[in-house]
């Protein structure tokens, strides 16, 4: 049995505690509910006709739906997925990069004051189209291990792959060319693997190391192919080499064979190396074009970009 004055002691301290109702109560301070995160997450989307975008490979006069990328602090991220709706007339094609960063590799990219990501570039087969500002970003998460939500803002691209408009959420979009014929991009890169041809997109794992053969497919016809340099990394060991077309035994290490098909060019590069230069099996690796020559054949002022990377695993 609770005695009389433990009872009472209990019926004060309820008193209290709910108050007299007189309006004097102090506001109660809410607690956080969200963690300021090192990451910051995002998704950037773009809306264009299905006869621009190629998504299985097989078509030329189509970009490869892979081939896009948005260029952030200097690294390309290709498109997560990619959605059709087939009853749009014309039928379209939505790319999404859903993307969570960590800020060290967005560097100035990210305002954390305004929390919103500048220069972010949309690139088509190597070639930047557009620059993005001001866009939002999310770097706010319910827990100190949790993912922030992403933050979407999409856009639509025109046919001629030059008009871009804001659809949905915030951004400034900046144009970086003027017209179609300022254009030069690959339509899609593949490589030969018992004589079929495959798409080289992220993720592959089966190219051969030996008598490796790729294809590189621009959109228009294209001069001074043989002028480049390009660097390929073993990215397992970290390990790299130079390869120079004006070198002659660069040369030796690659045969390039330029054709036109429709109007297009397509260049067959066939990789034979060495010693210390040449493909091993099973090894990841890198190759990024850092220089070239190669331009359009019907306006030589508008020239291929160089750091444009590929990134592949060779066979066992």
């Known amino acids: 049995m609770i005695r009389s004055g433990l009872l009472f002691l209990l019926v004060v301290s309820l008193v209290v505690a709910t108050g007299c ?32 975008v190629n998504t299985n490979g097989s078509l030329r006069g189509q970009t490869w739906w892979q081939d896009f990328a948005l260029r952030i602090n200097g690294i390309d991220y290709a498109p997560s997925t990619y959605t059709i709706d087939a009853t749009a007339q014309p039928p379209m094609v939505t790319l999404t990069f859903a993307l969570t960063l960590n800020k060290n590799a967005l560097g100035t990219v990210w305002n954390e004051s305004n929390k919103t990501l500048t220069g972010i570039q949309l690139i088509e087969g190597g070639q ?77 794992t089966d190219v051969p190391s030996s008598g490796t053969t790729f294809k590189l497919y621009f959109n228009t016809e294209v001069i001074n192919h043989t002028t480049w340099t390009a660097t390929v990394t073993n990215i397992d ?42 493909l091993k099996g099973n090894t990841n690796y890198r190759v990024t074009l850092t220089s070239s020559s190669i331009a359009r054949n019907d306006k030589p002022t508008v020239t291929f970009p160089a750091n444009v990377t590929r990134t592949f695993r060779t066979a066992p």
């Not at 102090?26 to 006869?51: E, G």
């Not at 660069?250 to 230069?277: E, N, Q």
Request: aromatic share 6%; no cysteine.
């Open 21 to 52: 109702g007189n309006g004097d109560d102090k506001p109660v301070t809410l607690v956080p509910t969200t963690v300021t995160r090192d990451v910051v997450s995002f998704t950037q989307s773009f809306v264009m006709p299905q006869s621009t």
């Open 128 to 204: 930047p189209i557009l620059t993005i500002n001001a866009t939002k970003g999310n770097d706010q998460a319910t827990t100190s291990t949790g993912t922030p939500a992403t933050v979407v803002t999409k856009f639509s691209i025109s046919a001629d792959r030059v008009t871009i408009t804001l659809i949905s959420g915030t951004g400034t979009p900046v144009q970086v060319i003027t017209t179609a014929s300022d254009t030069l991009f690959l339509e899609k890169v593949t490589y030969l693997k018992n004589n079929v041809e495959y798409i080289l997109a992220s993720g592959v």
């Open 237 to 278: 060991s970290t390990r790299s080499f130079q390869l120079d077309s004006g070198v002659p035994a660069d040369r030796d290490l690659f045969i390039v064979t330029p054709t036109v098909m429709g109007g297009k060019s397509v260049m067959t590069v066939v990789v034979h190396g060495y010693a210390g230069r040449q």
